[in-house]
């Protein structure tokens, strides 16, 4: 039986990394991408195949598959779009350019590596896409408006890619994590101390839950998951004979989902103007 393979995306820590790790075991043959080389080297010394991708540069989104198509022959079973970052503020302090570079990552990049993989999918008549959105690509949050719309609109545009390709043996697949144990957090305090003039911002007194939030916490969030919790999904989505179109990780998602349901919009902003 031949061996099937799976292109993944920002694996140099968290989902992606875990990803990677979980996939191989489970008998994949793994291409753990990164956008840094140097992260891209110590993923090789693990033995894996390790693609430069960085979503933000389109000549490594198309040498990078091209590497992985010269390794496997040209085909390519499934791809994990997981590579984001996060940039936390009120929406109106979040700068334009700022806005433009978080979509740039979350959003363009998946989209044209996506477009880069579906002719090789749709010459070996299957694949499968499965994309890393979040519990906030379908509720919002205080502090988190850059982040959530940028998973909006990959949420639309996965969901659109999947009835145009009904028919032709390709998946469009959601996996929707909550709070997973990873980098996130310290991460997005670097960006948010690059980008947000929270000083300057008409409501900077209100800024310092969200800065505490950053400084703290060694334990892990209230109902916080490890990584390997989106594994476990991901191997079902690209394994499964009939996928589900989108995966649900973590409590808050769940929660989430059945308020998004039975609560009318004024309820449901009740209920996240808590958070």
């Not at 085909?75 to 997981?82: G, P």
């Amino acid at each position: 039986m031949t061996q099937k393979t799976l292109l993944i995306t920002g694996c140099s820590s968290g989902i992606g990394y875990d990803a990677a790790h979980g996939m191989r075991a489970a008998g994949w043959r793994v291409f753990a991408s990164c956008r840094k080389a140097t992260d891209c080297g110590r993923l090789m010394s693990e033995v894996f195949d390790s693609p430069l991708i960085d979503y933000d540069d389109s000549e490594s989104i198309y040498s990078g598959l091209a590497d992985v198509l010269e390794a496997t022959g040209g085909t390519l079973d499934a791809v994990f779009n997981n590579g984001a970052y996060a940039l936390p503020g009120f929406v109106e302090d979040v700068p334009r350019g700022a806005l433009r570079d978080l979509f740039e990552t979350n959003l363009f990049g998946v989209h044209e590596l996506t477009r880069a993989v579906l002719p090789v999918m749709r010459n070996q008549g299957h694949g499968r896409i499965v994309n890393c959105s979040s519990v906030l690509g379908f509720v919002g949050g205080r502090w988190k408006g850059a982040y959530a719309a940028s998973k909006y609109a990959l949420e639309g545009l996965t969901d659109c890619l999947r009835l145009e390709l009904r028919g032709s043996g390709i998946d469009a697949i959601l996996i929707e994590p909550g709070p997973i144990t990873s980098d996130f957090r310290k991460n997005s305090a670097k960006i948010f101390a690059q980008e947000i003039d929270w000083r300057g911002s008409s409501r900077a007194d209100e800024y310092g839950a969200l800065i505490e939030r950053f400084a703290a916490k060694d334990g892990p969030d209230k109902f916080e998951m490890p990584a390997s919790a989106v594994t476990k999904k991901l191997r079902h989505a690209v394994e499964a004979k009939r996928p589900k179109p989108r995966y649900y990780v973590t409590k808050p998602t769940y929660f989430a989902g059945i308020l998004r349901r039975i609560l009318s919009t004024r309820m449901l902003d009740a209920v996240l103007a808590r958070g």
